[in-house]
């Protein structure tokens, strides 16, 4: 059962926010306090610019630095942390969406003085359509923001969650003097303290002892005695398994600049989060334990350089072992493959490895066989669901401008959908191809590269769509009868699947309204249950 021991010490998880709460500093913490770097400031370099919307290149450049960042892995008391990092660009919300995919559960940074912001309700969505265990750090409480209680009420009702606090801050801003740690019934005291790790937790054997009054003076802790009674009364006593099951987030509050709460937080979270889970695939269930190798791509990068057309395909181990110079099955392409150069991914090194176990990232250099979602398993022949699209928000046709170069054009932009850049609808009559995208950004992408990687020849014209739905229904005459009628407004995705295009919010809820038979899906998650 040695691999039993392997699948039980891995923690892989995301870190979700939206930009600016402090994403990237908390990661850079939790690398600190693992030790997988020495200084701060390594992971900054990963950062997307916020502002740099329209400097591309940067922002791609800086996307290729984030290849060796995609996946951060340290141990910390006898855990295997695996970190898979989420672009902070809404634009690149597509991404993360899919990453979430790879994960067994989430933390979620939120700042206490902008509370919950729209990133984040979008993110959440997709945690609580999967049911992903979710912990909540508030972030900031050494600057002033929303008092704890009107903080915990706004994740209660706009992320439609529960909550449950397991550290509760005493003060705020400039009167912020640490955390009392609810679950281990302690206090830390706080120290602005940016570089060094250092913390003082002082053990107190009941809140009524008068310590804590000379530890942070009468007011604060009369007013600490009374919040926690508070708390008591009206939060339900922390389960794990309604953590588990998703029904519950835990709460931390601290401070990720000054190091403060981050301990409490990390040992926290290798106490009470899961090792990885079993995934669903369109045949059964697998489950980690299970003797033969599966797993599933859910990102991958392609390399700028066009002197290096790989790519890496990074693919999430379900279950067995994986193991270098293997022979495995592709399920998709009906083809065995093997591979010689499988990277793991350690802060900001790369490195070959000869072995990875469920939880585990491996990065495969792929040269044009890897789609995101596809597939490799022992031999059995399944493949895993749920790596969801979205509707896009901006929709553009593309339109081929040199005849002589359609074989490139089409071949770029089949690529560029392979990798995920955005999604390709096709319109007939005529095999028009409308790309979608979450943001602008990615149009500049897209045409940059298919000029300069595949030497097409294009342009994109603006498309009026509100919204791509795909479309089902349990009465097939009924969906032939609706194609029929909004034969102009129908298009195909990737896969085949049936989009409805909506031009307005309106025209979708008219649409909803004249075809009751018809279910209109903004994501393509309904493809978990569904077959074609
Ligand atoms: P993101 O990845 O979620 O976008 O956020 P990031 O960590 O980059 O943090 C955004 C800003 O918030 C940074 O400041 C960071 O230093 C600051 N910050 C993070 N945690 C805390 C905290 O606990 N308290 C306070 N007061 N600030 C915090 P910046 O000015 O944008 O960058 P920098 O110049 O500090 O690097």
């Known amino acids: 059962m040695r691999d039993q021991v392997q699948i039980e010490k891995r923690r892989t998880f995301g870190i979700i926010s939206h930009p600016d709460a402090g994403k990237t500093t908390l990661t850079e913490k939790l690398l600190l306090f693992g030790g997988a770097i020495q200084t701060a400031g390594a992971v900054k370099n990963n950062k997307i610019k916020k502002t740099a919307t329209s400097d591309f290149m940067e922002i791609e450049k800086q996307r290729g630095i984030s290849v060796a ?56 969505e997709v945690c609580r359509m999967r049911k992903t265990p979710v912990i909540v750090f508030i972030n900031k409480m050494d600057r002033d923001g929303k008092e704890a209680f009107d903080l915990l009420d706004e994740l209660e009702q706009t992320l439609a969650i529960k909550v449950r606090p397991l550290t509760w801050p005493i003060g705020m801003g400039d009167r912020f003097q640490g955390v009392y740690n ?14 060094k790790i250092e913390s003082k937790v002082l053990e107190i054997a009941s809140l009524d002892d008068q310590e804590l009054d000379a530890y942070i003076g009468d007011k604060a802790a009369n007013e600490l005695r009374e919040e926690l009674e508070i708390v008591e009364n009206v939060y339900d006593p922390f389960q794990r398994s309604d953590y588990l099951s998703g029904d519950i987030a835990p709460v931390f509050f601290g401070s ?65 072992k994986f193991e270098r110079n293997t022979f495995y099955y592709h399920v998709r392409l009906d083809k065995k493959l093997k591979f010689s150069n499988p990277t793991s991914f350690l802060a900001q090194d790369k490195s070959i490895i000869d072995e990875a176990y469920p939880g585990d990232v491996v990065g495969l250099y792929d040269t044009g066989n890897f789609k995101i979602g596809d597939t490799l398993s022992s031999g059995e022949k399944f493949s895993y669901k749920g790596i969801p699209s979205f509707s896009p928000e901006i929709f553009q046709e593309l339109e081929n401008l040199d005849p002589m170069k359609s074989k490139q054009l089409e071949k770029g932009i089949r690529q560029l959908i392979d990798e995920g850049v955005a999604q390709l609808f096709i319109q007939q009559p005529g095999n028009r191809k409308i790309v979608g995208t979450v943001g602008q950004l990615q149009f500049e992408v897209i045409n940059y590269r298919l000029i300069h990687e595949y030497g097409a020849n294009c342009r994109f014209v603006h498309r009026n769509f509100f919204k791509a739905c795909w479309v089902t229904s349990e009465k097939p005459d009924k969906l032939i009868a609706f194609q029929r009628a909004k034969s102009n407004s129908m298009a195909s995705d990737k896969d085949g699947y049936l989009i409805f295009l909506a031009e307005t919010p309106f025209l979708l809820s008219m649409a909803e309204q004249d075809y009751p038979d018809i279910t209109f899906h903004q994501t393509s998650e309904f493809m978990l249950s569904a077959k074609k």
Do not use: W
Request: aromatic share 8%.
């Open 69 to 124: 960042t995609s996946v951060m892995a340290f141990q910390y008391k006898n855990k295997q942390i695996n970190i898979l990092d989420t672009p902070g660009h809404k634009d690149f919300a597509e991404d993360t969406f899919r990453t979430l995919t790879a994960v067994d559960s989430v933390i979620l940074v939120i700042d206490c003085a902008n509370g919950v912001e729209e990133q984040t309700k979008r993110l959440m």
């Open 182 to 195: 609810i679950y281990q019934q302690s206090l830390n005291l706080f120290s602005a303290n940016k570089t």
């Open 256 to 320: 990720a600049v000054n190091n403060f709460g981050v301990q409490e937080l990390l040992d926290t979270f290798c106490e009470i989060s899961p090792s990885p889970i079993g995934r669903d695939t369109d045949v059964r269930r697998v489950e980690p334990n299970e003797e033969g190798f599966s797993g599933f791509v859910f990102k991958i990068h392609a390399n700028l350089d066009p002197k290096h057309r790989d790519r890496i395909a990074f693919l999430r181990v379900v279950s067995g």
